[in-house]
């Protein structure tokens, strides 16, 4: 946890400015502004909420009510309040959700620090009195359905800690059951369809329990769903063991991926599943836009759409690249021109296909010798390289080998 590209200097000098030495507190505008400016400079792990990093710097902030504002003070506080976040005990927590799916073909599995559990159609009786209690004290009621539910349990220092991490890991399994079970293309019969693309959604409300009693922390254990699922997807009979058997490749796949690739490949399986829950498909197509940038690692139109086009033959990549180039023409004019003439649909299942072809032939296929996304990067650039060039690469990384080992 720390403060990147931060001038301490400038954030004392405003502290200085909003404090009222006759009151002895913060003038509350400038006070909200300068805790907003901090957490945008601070970063931390991915598993801290963005309730945990707000209460992180109040905490940090509330220091300077009674002492002198000075740069010693604002880095000794820092250290108090992170060393104080740090030592909390971490409590095991269980989110209670549900997805609109009738089967999964697995009761139990492991992504990152959670324990994925499949419940049936039934929530487990342990939590179910108090999701029931937590909901009904926020006078919200829970429609019947046939959604799966499930349990996702893990470690957390806190219940926003918690939830968020559980969320997000449960989010990398309805993306990679998303790029094997939706559909591949759609004609747009009407000017836009009223659905999501996504097929597996999340149920309309999640509660996070105690696990050990079962019970909720209090009327906040709750989360209402944005996007929620509103039509249960049947795992046909009829290709069950094929999906079956590709969901396992993927989740087996994503879980031998050294640390830093996996933690890149979950970042992008979240960014896919909350833009293709998008019912409009425009703001689809721009959320899935950035998932793309992110899993290429570039803004740059000229380098995505040579990665891209990089997984096809040779004899196919000049009709991709008019693709990536339509698809980039249109992003650019509704970015900045707000022009939506053409409908983004098709556009949703291109970027679509981009992104389960790049991860299925490239960062799953080699997962064993990727240590990074910059790894993975470079078997995309390579693949656009002849094979004369690549020979003289080796040559020469050869040389280097040698010259490493006679320096040693």
């Not at 400016?37 to 109040?58: A, D, M, P, Y």
């Not at 009223?194 to 309309?204: D, L, S, T, Y």
């Not at 139109?301 to 000049?318: A, F, H, L, M, P």
């Not at 040389?399 to 006679?406: D, E, F, G, L, P």
Request: glycine share 4%.
């Amino acid at each position: 946890m720390k403060f990147k590209y931060l001038k301490i200097e400038t954030i004392i000098n405003a502290l200085r400015g909003a404090y009222n030495n006759e009151n002895q507190s913060f003038e509350a505008f400038s006070y909200n502004e300068i805790k907003y400016v901090l957490l945008s400079h601070l970063h931390t792990s991915k598993n801290i909420s963005r309730t945990g990093r707000e209460q992180f710097i109040e905490s940090f902030l509330r220091k300077f009510h009674k002492e002198e504002i000075n740069e010693v003070n604002f880095n000794a506080f820092f250290e108090e309040a992170k060393t104080k976040y740090f030592r909390k005990k971490e409590v095991n927590y269980t989110l209670i959700t549900s997805l609109s799916i009738d089967y999964l073909p697995f009761r139990k599995i492991k992504i990152n620090r959670s324990i994925l559990r499949i419940h049936g159609k039934k929530f487990p009786k342990k939590f179910l009195k108090s999701r029931k209690a937590v909901l009904a004290d926020s006078r919200k009621e829970e429609s019947l359905n046939d959604f799966l539910k499930v349990s996702v349990e893990l470690k957390g220092k806190s219940f926003y800690d918690a939830f968020e991490e559980a969320y997000f890991d449960l989010n990398i399994l309805r993306g990679i059951l998303c790029l094997n079970i939706n559909s591949t293309s759609e004609i747009p019969l009407t000017n836009d369809s009223h659905r999501a693309i996504n097929k597996v959604q999340f149920g309309e409300y999640h509660t996070l329990h105690i696990s050990e009693s079962g019970e909720s922390i209090d009327s906040r254990s709750h989360w209402f769903e944005t996007n929620f699922g509103e039509k249960v997807t049947q795992f046909s009979n009829e290709n069950k063991e094929v999906r079956k058997k590709n969901i396992l490749f993927w989740l087996s796949k994503l879980n031998s991926c050294q640390k830093e690739h996996k933690n890149k490949l979950s970042e992008v399986f979240n960014l896919y599943a909350g833009a293709f829950d998008e019912k409009d498909k425009q703001t689809c197509f721009l959320k899935s836009w950035v998932a793309l940038e992110s899993l290429l690692g570039t803004h740059g139109n000229e380098t995505i759409i040579k990665r891209c086009s990089s997984i096809y033959k040779k004899q196919d990549r000049n009709f991709q690249n008019e693709i990536l180039k339509g698809l980039q023409l249109q992003r650019n004019q509704i970015v900045h021109e707000n022009d939506d003439k053409i409908n983004s649909i098709v556009n949703c299942y291109h970027i679509q296909r981009y992104i389960k072809g790049i991860l299925l032939y490239n960062n799953l296929r080699y997962s064993k010798i990727i240590k990074n996304n910059e790894e993975a990067l470079k078997l995309l650039d390579y693949r656009l390289q002849s094979e004369s060039s690549l020979e003289s690469e080796i040559k020469v990384l050869s040389a280097i080998k040698k010259i490493k080992k006679y320096e040693s």
